[in-house]
Nanobody
């Protein structure tokens, strides 16, 4: 049974940092695209940051423009765990953050992902 389990959300003040974790189990995800999406109330679920497996046996990272320079995605545990280091948090970063995984190339399309976590709430106060 495949599971993606997120952790690390919370309530912080603007300017603070948080680190989200997502542990995947049930199969080997080392060559899967894995990433983070977020959904604020009344808004679509949008991509935040993604890692994709490359033919050079490394991972490429992609970021939404709104988080470039502030958020860093990384991968560990033979590719089955991903992290999202979030620095200089802003109130507009407030959302439920979801971990996702799939064998895909269109990493920005949420409907292409096969597996989702349950989400973790991040709230940034001003």
């Amino acid at each position: 049974q495949v599971q993606l389990v997120e952790s690390g959300g919370g309530l912080v003040q603007a300017g603070a940092s948080l680190r989200l974790s997502c542990a995947a189990s049930g199969r080997t995800f080392s060559m899967y695209t894995m990433g983070w999406f977020r959904q604020a109330p009344g808004k679509e679920r949008d991509v935040v940051a993604v890692t994709t497996w490359s033919s050079g046996k490394t991972y490429n990272a992609y970021y939404a423009n709104s988080v470039k320079g502030r958020f860093t995605i990384s991968r560990a545990n033979a590719g089955n765990t991903i992290y999202l280091q979030m620095n200089s948090l802003k109130p507009e970063d407030t959302a439920v953050y979801y971990c996702a995984a799939g064998r895909l190339t269109d990493y920005y399309l949420r409907e292409k992902y096969d597996y989702w976590g349950q989400g973790t709430q991040v709230t940034v106060s001003s």
